[in-house]
């Protein structure tokens, strides 16, 4: 198993930034890649980025990139998520997750971290 703790959210003005953080414990040998996604009021969880635990190639949903970076740090076995020029409409709660090699979809979740952008 594979625990994982979310920290960073808050309320941010319009244009602001915010770095959020995740927490990796357990059997973090096995995450193969670690995502970042986010649940707005009333609509579906929606993918953000992802990082490979290997290498570090990363992948971003378009409508995010050029403002938002994830990197990671294999040594605290943390995962990051930089968040500039905020939006209101990035207002969500924001959820880290884990893949292990060979899985199909995420197979850990973190409970959530709450951000708010106000205009």
């Known amino acids: 198993q594979v625990q994982l703790v979310e920290s960073g959210g808050g309320l941010v003005q319009a244009g602001g930034s915010l770095r959020l953080s995740c927490a990796a414990s357990?059997?973090?040998?096995?995450?193969?890649?670690m995502g970042w996604f986010r649940q707005a009021p009333g609509k579906e969880r929606e993918f953000l980025a992802h990082?490979?635990?290997?290498?570090?190639?990363?992948y971003y949903k378009d409508s995010v990139k050029g403002r938002f970076a994830i990197s990671r740090d294999n040594t605290k076995n943390m995962v990051y998520l930089q968040m500039n020029s905020l939006k209101p409409e990035d207002t969500a709660v924001y959820y880290c997750?884990?893949?292990?090699?060979?899985?199909?979809?995420?197979?850990?979740w973190g409970q959530g971290t709450q951000v708010t952008v106000s205009s």
């Open positions: 997750a884990a893949k292990e090699a060979y899985s199909s979809d995420y197979d850990y």
């Open positions: 357990g059997r973090t040998f096995s995450i193969y890649a």
């Open positions: 990082i490979l635990r290997t290498g570090g190639s990363t």
